[in-house]
């Protein structure tokens, strides 16, 4: 395989200033790829700058944050998205709607924005960053199970309806990541169950899982490569679970 496999592509990756997010900007720019990352984070900035990418700082939140980024792009990947915990009746209405906004809604909007020039080129790679909870679910997390779940149906008809313009829709539905979010949900049950954060890992996060240890941001960078890679055309609808086998049992 080329060095540079992805010489004279063009991606977008949603939430790049950190995590998986991170990560896949790093991987796809070494593959060749000309990457424009998008972030709420303004450590966007010197992300893009160490990896000879582009910026753009904007609230995905925001409907209209959308129409700021790049639409003429050969690779979409939708990975930006927050955690809640809450018990539903503690939940708000606005907080639920603002994860749906950001984890569902905005990857549409993306794919309504992208998808007609990967069409007429006939070549296109999505790659929505789904999660184990887009097909399970752990209490006190609704906003994110409802989105997860949402974000797999409309990665499905997003691969039908693309299927005949040479463009691929697929999630990477990973289990608990090595990131700063994940971090704090640890720190945060360790304080609130009166333990360390060793046996939070092992006794909550890691509880259903084969593989006990965390997932690196760069495992599922890689699988999100892979994806882009034209040996992946046949490969479309799916999503490819990096849980350590919680979903096996």
């Known amino acids: 395989m080329s060095s540079s496999p992805l ?27 000309t990457v424009h990352l998008v972030d709420v984070d303004r450590a966007a900035v010197d992300v893009a700058r160490e990896y000879d990418a582009v910026a753009h700082v904007a609230d995905l939140t925001d409907p209209g944050a959308v129409d700021t980024v790049p639409g003429d792009v050969d690779i979409l990947v939708n990975n930006a998205g927050v955690q809640h915990i809450a018990p539903i009746p503690e939940l708000s209405a606005e907080r639920f709607t603002r994860i749906q906004q ?5 990857p549409f909007q993306l794919m309504r924005r992208c998808l007609p020039a990967m069409s007429a080129r006939g070549w296109g790679r999505i ?3 789904s999660s184990v909870h887009g097909v399970r679910a752990s209490p006190y997390k609704a906003a994110y199970v409802a989105a997860k779940h949402g974000l797999e149906g409309l990665n499905k008809v997003a691969a039908l309806e693309a299927a005949p313009h040479g463009v691929t829709s697929n999630c990477v539905a990973p289990g608990y990541v090595r990131t700063g979010l994940v971090a704090d ?3 945060d049950q360790a304080r609130s ?6 046996a939070v890992l092992d006794e909550v996060f890691l509880r259903n899982t084969a593989v006990k240890r965390l997932i690196e941001p760069e495992e599922v960078a890689a699988v999100v490569l892979w994806l882009c890679g034209d040996h992946a055309a046949y490969l479309t609808g799916t999503s490819i679970p990096l849980d350590g086998g919680w979903t096996a049992g």
């Open 7 to 33: 010489a004279g592509r063009t991606a977008l990756v949603t939430g790049g200033a950190g995590g998986i997010g991170r990560a896949c900007v790093e991987i796809l720019a070494r593959a060749g790829a």
């Open 102 to 106: 950001l984890m569902v809604t905005t």
């Open 127 to 129: 790659v929505n960053i």
């Open 185 to 187: 949900q640890v720190a």
């Open 193 to 198: 169950r009166g333990i360390d954060e060793d």
